[in-house]
């Protein structure tokens, strides 16, 4: 069975909880992941990140996982995971130490490869922190998926370089599942959305066996936890964030405390559109249409005139084919007011001519929009935006 086929889906233990974890914090959270449905929704991996270990490798060269954090050791705690139905993810690094400060894999991939084979672990996350001047990061990451292969275990490679080198154009040779193409995401409005301009034009190589990796969600952590910085974002905020995540096909790694998660939260994690979207099998991009085109009010304009006019970067509408049939489509609003953006149909390649139109359905609401030919303004207020589910129709049918 090929490893990710599709984005993989999971839950990550960095963004909350950074130092502070435990045998009882993972097996409880593997609980929720089952009793709250995470799982049935298709969230699979649970992965501990870094300071899991003890500062000093034994007298045989091994990692040793901290006995005060992880007292049953890491088999006892994977056999457990894997009794949930969940996989098991853990976490090394490239260079001499990671970046808490804990012995990591530079020279020792195939001991920590079979080490971790040996444990039951399906997962590994593989930062960069502390790498050697003299290395050469492709190699490293060569060397690790090699490690990894030759343990004869189906263990997912994470490779975390931060979009160092492009990993876009060669980490899908090397071999890794998905590749972290930033850095670390901070949980606030300006954090997330620079991350996913600075991907969009990246993601024509994410696909089926390896994805960009805009990093773990913040979606619901509320400045709560180790990556909180800036303003708090608001619902809506995290709404586009997640929502964000599903229309560029990138592995959604949640990162809240998900015994502590608001209602709203955990049904917007679970939501069935934005996850069928997100793991559409084609793995195609979406299609940048227009940026920054806002809606003047007169879609009937004298010659010469345009019905929008661009204000760069304050919004961007894009458009992605899905299998079966369906589109998606998104007016995505980075301004802080309310803005009635344009589309002009025949920039998505439906000319009036054509006589076909798109049925809409508006994903959040599930509100159906009826057909839409010509232009399409929708109201979006600021820090917001619209996702629709589309169909082609006969206009006047
Ligand atoms: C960073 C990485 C984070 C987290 C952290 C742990 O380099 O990007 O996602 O793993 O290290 O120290």
């Known amino acids: 069975m090929m490893m990710a086929f599709r984005p993989p889906l999971g839950w990550n233990s960095w963004n909350t909880f950074g130092d502070k974890i435990s045998d009882a914090l993972i097996r409880e959270m593997a609980d929720y992941m089952v009793s709250h449905g995470y799982r049935d ?7 501990i990140d870094d300071c899991w270990s003890l500062r000093d490798r034994d007298a045989a060269g091994r990692l040793v996982p901290d006995p005060e954090k992880f007292p049953h050791g890491m088999k006892d705690l994977a056999d457990y995971v894997h009794a949930k139905g969940l996989k098991f993810g853990m976490y090394s690094c490239a260079g001499v130490m990671t970046c808490a400060g804990y012995p990591s894999s530079y020279d020792h991939e195939f001991t920590d490869a079979e080490t971790f ?44 370089n931060w ?43 994410s696909a089926n066996g390896c994805f960009n990796d805009m990093d773990m969600l913040t979606v619901g952590m509320g400045g709560k936890g180790n990556v ?3 303003k708090v974002c608001t619902y809506e905020e995290y709404r586009m964030q997640f929502a964000l995540w599903c229309l560029c096909g990138v592995p959604l790694m949640m990162g809240a405390d998900l015994r502590n998660l608001a209602p709203e939260y955990e049904a917007l994690m679970k939501h069935p559109d934005l996850l069928r979207i997100n793991q559409d099998e084609e793995c195609r991009p979406p299609y940048p249409i227009r940026m920054g085109a806002v809606f003047t009010g007169n879609p009937d304009p004298k010659e010469g005139e345009m019905p929008w006019r661009s204000i760069p970067d304050s919004s961007y509408t894009l458009f992605r084919h899905l299998s079966g049939g369906e589109f998606a489509l998104a007016f995505i609003n980075f301004s802080e007011a309310e ?7 025949v920039d998505l390649g439906l000319p009036v001519a054509s006589g076909f139109a798109l049925r809409v359905k508006d994903v959040f609401t599930s509100e159906d929009l009826g057909r839409k030919s010509d232009y399409f303004n929708p109201k979006v207020p600021g820090h ?12 006047n049918g």
């Open 41 to 47: 929704a298709g969230y699979e991996y649970l992965v």
């Open 117 to 160: 084979a040996s444990w039951g672990v399906d997962f590994l996350k593989y930062d960069f922190c502390n790498f050697p001047e003299t290395g050469d990061c492709r190699t490293r990451y060569q060397t690790m998926s090699m490690a990894l292969k030759s343990t004869g275990r189906d263990i997912l490679f994470s490779a975390c």
């Open 163 to 205: 979009g160092q080198k492009d990993p876009w154009t060669w980490m899908r040779s090397a071999g890794a599942h998905m590749y972290r193409s930033t850095g670390d995401i901070m949980d606030n409005y300006v954090s997330f959305t620079d991350i996913f301009k600075s991907q969009l034009k990246n993601l024509s190589m």
């Open 228 to 230: 909180g910085f800036g």
């Open 339 to 345: 803005t009635v953006i344009h589309l002009e149909m």
């Open 384 to 395: 917001d935006m619209k996702l629709y589910l589309c169909r082609l129709e006969k206009a």
